[in-house]
């Protein structure tokens, strides 16, 4: 197997509430990108093969970091989250936040009610993600050469989920750590891909760039 680096995009549209209005960088998403991809040619890191998802936020993460000849892949894209949490408010009431310390409660109820399948006509059930993201992750891994992926936090989470075991309540915890633009590797050891590196934003520890160590 060839070892797997996970890119979170660079920060996006914090001010929407759905997906479609997410779904764009800002400015400081691109500096963000543009910071990662400085990084990676300064360190020489290598990375014959290169994918992202579909969506518009992975395609201007991939562009603006400077990589080139991106496979694009669907099953690399982020859950609807703002849809789930829609359906989760008409259906059991449950309030969408408005800030940050709301988001931090919402999003392990979101994903528990989303398992155990208490989320009516979602846009695909919990096993569906997790079964799309083990076979993209797996195909990734059978190819020739180290590859990085730049994909979306709660993706990041359930490769997390796969492969350290991880109960539903603790996705979520690792959901809401994922920094924009940041890090994370998966090494083959034995015959299982493990994590040897999570959360990593090199490209934004200096003095002047710390500002730019967001979440959402």
């Given at each position: 197997?060839?070892?797997?680096?996970?890119?979170?995009?660079?920060?996006?549209?914090?001010?929407?509430?759905?997906?479609?209005?997410?779904?764009?960088?800002?400015?400081?998403?691109?500096?963000?990108?543009?910071?990662?991809?400085?990084?990676?040619?300064?360190?020489?890191?290598?990375?014959?093969?290169?994918?992202?998802?579909?969506?518009?936020?992975?395609?201007?993460?991939?562009?603006?970091?400077?990589?080139?000849?991106?496979?694009?892949?669907?099953?690399?894209?982020?859950?609807?989250?703002?849809?789930?949490?829609?359906?989760?408010?008409?259906?059991?009431?449950?309030?969408?936040?408005?800030?940050?310390?709301?988001?931090?409660?919402?999003?392990?109820?979101?994903?528990?009610?989303w398992a155990e399948g208490r989320i009516q006509d979602a846009p695909e059930t919990f096993e569906q993600f997790e079964t799309r993201v083990s076979a993209a992750l797996s195909e990734i891994a059978q190819g020739v050469?180290?590859?990085?992926?730049?994909?979306?936090?709660?993706?990041?989470?359930?490769?997390?989920?796969?492969?350290?075991?991880?109960?539903?309540?603790?996705?979520?915890?690792?959901?809401?750590?994922?920094?924009?633009?940041?890090?994370?590797?998966?090494?083959?050891?034995?015959?299982?891909?493990?994590?040897?590196?999570?959360?990593?934003?090199?490209?934004?520890?200096?003095?002047?760039?710390?500002?730019?160590?967001?979440?959402?």
């Amino acid at each position: 197997m060839s070892h797997i680096t996970l890119i979170r995009h660079g920060q996006a549209n914090t001010a929407a509430r759905d997906e479609t209005s997410y779904d764009r960088l800002s400015e400081l998403g691109h500096q963000q990108a543009r910071w990662l991809g400085t990084h990676l040619a300064d360190t020489r890191a290598h990375h014959p093969r290169v994918f992202c998802g579909t969506l518009t936020r992975h395609v201007e993460t991939a562009s603006s970091m400077g990589l080139t000849d991106v496979a694009q892949d669907p099953r690399l894209n982020e859950i609807e989250y703002f849809t789930l949490a829609q359906l989760f408010e008409a259906q059991h009431g449950v309030t969408i936040p408005a800030d940050r310390e709301g988001f931090v409660q919402h999003l392990p109820m979101t994903f528990t009610a989303w398992a155990e399948g208490r989320i009516q006509d979602a846009p695909e059930t919990f096993e569906q993600f997790e079964t799309r993201v083990s076979a993209a992750l797996s195909e990734i891994a059978q190819g020739v050469g180290p590859a990085i992926v730049v994909t979306s936090g709660a993706l990041i989470s359930m490769v997390m989920r796969q492969a350290m075991g991880l109960d539903i309540p603790a996705m979520a915890r690792v959901a809401l750590a994922i920094m924009n633009t940041s890090m994370h590797r998966l090494y083959p050891i034995g015959t299982h891909l493990s994590p040897v590196l999570f959360n990593a934003v090199p490209h934004l520890e200096a003095p002047e760039r710390q500002f730019a160590q967001t979440h959402l």
